[in-house]
Nanobody
Framework: QVQLVESGGGSVQAGGSLRLSCAAS??????????MAWFRQAPGKEREFVAS????????YYTDSVKGRFTISRDNAKNTVYLQMNSLKPEDTAVYYC????????????????????WGQGTQVTVSS
């Protein structure tokens, strides 16, 4: 089993920045082969895809609403994935979750919740106007 723990959430004003981290522990020997992603869930809404990164870090993917503002990255030596969030907007307010997928080694990472194998507990991000 792999455990994922997010950190770095908080409250900021619109236009501000936050950097989320997701640290993996447990059976992390194959962490470097997993695709990783960030999802978010606002109150009363379904969990939605935000960004993903291939196992190598060579390719990244973003939902349209965060392109140009968010950057996903990873450090396989530290078993950690990051989400740098700039120019934050009130509509970015949500609980942010990181997730790991064991299967998409050759293709692009998936964007659907049910395709991910491991999840963190989430970290709250609140953006005020």
């Amino acid at each position: 089993q792999v455990q994922l723990v997010e950190s770095g959430g908080g409250s900021v004003q619109a236009g501000g920045s936050l950097r989320l981290s997701c640290a993996a522990s447990g059976r992390t020997a194959r962490f470097s082969s997993y695709a990783m992603a960030w999802f978010r869930q606002a109150p009363g809404k379904e969990r939605e895809f935000v960004a993903s990164i291939k196992w190598s870090g060579s390719s990244t993917y973003y939902t349209d609403s965060v392109k140009g503002r968010f950057t996903i990255s990873r450090d396989n030596a530290k078993n950690t994935v990051y989400l740098q969030m700039n120019s934050l907007k009130p509509e970015d307010t949500a609980v942010y979750y990181c997730a790991a997928d064991r299967s998409s080694f050759y293709g692009p990472p998936p964007e659907r919740v049910h395709e991910y194998d491991y999840w963190g507990q989430g970290t709250q991000v609140t953006v005020s106007s």
